[in-house]
């Protein structure tokens, strides 16, 4: 197990270097000079060819790539060249409050998701069965600047029950109820869409496995309908949804921008709005790199924890 840890753990290298040269490439491909962008559309011809060179613009593609692959092994994202700070300062604070957003997000949707899914699978056909799935289908083809917009709407503008924006309250902070408070709105607009997908996967899962033979088998010795559904129905179902909820982290990241832009929550989808806006390549280039690298990170994760609860995986690993 230690040794397929380590391979598995290696494999990934090869993987986040791709992620580096998509990234790269990504933004070689935005239309426009950074430089003009940077000085604006009054800059002397002078002025944006000595940017260039000390942005290394003029340098071969190749060259550019080793550069910046070359810092990021150093721990530096970068320079911000419209923030005037390094990419660093301004980024890792934000990402922080990302990955409370997404924590947040995923502990709402897979939650809900396997309690829905689960309740449907087991009253298969009932009223309630087919309003989640109705509900999980209409939630699904939603986007989350609408789902985001609608709660705030209701529940901030029109029942005033939760803050319009931000992720503390500006004049008294309140420490962690005070957070609490904040990220109920934007991390329900967040989990919305990841929610349903959760909630039909383990609906159509748990529908599988109580159609398998030793599911009867169990019910022949006797054994209660609620050990059975929790020890053994559940426990099978587990690697699939676990599957699906690493599967989403990457969603999750990617609507969160919408969520932060609407409630003005300082993440680093915000950052990258931001950005965009200004036509701070750099930082565009930074940001999206650590998303990329996190949802490695996770599914890596996703992986490990999949193959320690299934035995089945263990014992094929160990005849290896």
Partial sequence: MLRYVLLRILSTI???????????LLIQLIPGDPAKSILGADATPEAVEELRNNMGLNEPLI???GAWLSQLLQGDLGYSYTLHTPIVEELMPRFVNSLILTVASMLICVTLGVILGLISALKKGSFFDKASIGVALIGASMPVFWIALM?????????????????YNM??????????????????????????????????????ILQKDYV????SFGLSKS???????????????INISGLQVGYIMGGALFSEVVFNWPGIGQGLYVAVTSNDYP????????????????????????????PRLQDSIKAE
């Fill in 14 to 24: 090869p993987v986040l270097f791709g992620v580096t040269i998509v990234v790269f």
């Fill in 171 to 208: 004049r008294n902070p309140g420490g962690f109820m005070d957070l609490l408070h904040h990220i109920v709105l934007p991390a329900f607009a967040t989990a919305t869409v990841s929610l349903a997908v959760i909630a039909k996967l383990t609906r159509s899962t748990v529908i599988d």
């Fill in 151 to 167: 709660l705030m709407w209701l529940f901030s503008i029109k029942l005033n029950i939760f803050p319009v924006s931000g992720m």
């Fill in 63 to 65: 060259a550019q790539y």
């Fill in 227 to 241: 050990k059975i559904n929790i020890v053994h129905v559940m426990r099978n179902s587990l690697p699939p949804i």
């Fill in 283 to 310: 930082t565009i280039q930074a940001g999206i790199l650590l998303i990329a690298l996190t949802f490695v990170v996770v599914n890596l994760v996703v992986d490990l924890l999949n193959v320690w609860l299934s």
């Fill in 216 to 219: 009867n088998y169990f019910h």
